[in-house]
């Protein structure tokens, strides 16, 4: 099977949808859940998996990404992933971390690609009075939030939502879209995936 690392920052949602998807005839597993906070809730969801987890804390780095990137260089590497999934990372990365990696790394950004690069993209298509909106997974490039779009998925926009109520409705697809497209990537197959 491919080796599968996922990197998070937060409750990880999408790596519990990942994690949940790799079993029986998948063909991938995971290897390491990375996180650069031990905040992160979703360390804890991936010990109780039996999955292996590090942390690097990105605060003692502060102001030198390189450093930073060394260090999340090491369990990494250590892991031997054949693909690296982006989950709710919340940090940027260098052109140097991102080429070691290129082809072999996958990111989830929660808006319908090529719009909202970037943060709160929820309430910026609400503020632009979008009537659709969504999740896309893309294939990581030095460029944020870039790189070939591997998969999307669509929600409506409702007359009475807030980010809030937006955003649950989107991370719903998150975890629909995310297994769909790792599937079909880690089989080798690089043709996008939309849902529904
Ligand atoms: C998800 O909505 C993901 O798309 C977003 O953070 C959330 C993480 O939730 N990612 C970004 O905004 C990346 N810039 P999770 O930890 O429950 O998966």
Redesign the pocket.
């Known amino acids: 099977a491919k080796h599968v690392a996922i990197l998070?920052?937060?409750?990880?949602?999408?790596?519990m949808a990942l994690l949940d998807s790799m079993v029986g005839d998948h063909p991938a597993r995971p290897c390491l859940v990375l996180s650069n906070t031990a905040a992160a809730g979703?360390l804890a969801r991936a010990a109780d998996r039996g999955v292996p987890t590090a942390v690097v804390d990105h605060r003692p780095f502060a102001g030198d990404r390189p450093a930073f990137e060394a260090e999340l260089m090491k369990p990494l590497l250590a892991a031997r992933p054949d693909i690296v999934c982006?989950?709710?990372?919340?940090r940027i990365l260098t052109a140097g971390f991102v080429s070691h990696w290129q082809g072999r790394a996958l990111?989830?950004?929660?808006s319908l690609l090529p719009l909202y690069k970037?943060?709160n993209?929820h309430a910026r298509a609400l503020a632009a009075g979008d009537t659709e909106h969504g999740?896309t997974v893309h294939e990581v490039t030095a460029e944020l939030?870039d790189g070939p779009i591997l998969g999307q998925a669509r929600v409506p926009v409702l007359p009475d939502d807030t980010p809030e109520t937006l955003?649950a409705r989107?991370?719903k697809q998150?975890h629909r879209l995310y297994p769909a497209v790792l599937r079909r990537f880690a089989s080798g197959d690089r043709r996008p995936v939309f849902l529904p």
């Open positions: 998070i920052s937060g409750g990880g949602s999408n790596m979703g982006f989950a709710g990372f919340m990111n989830i950004h929660p970037g943060l993209t999740c939030d955003a989107v991370l998150e």
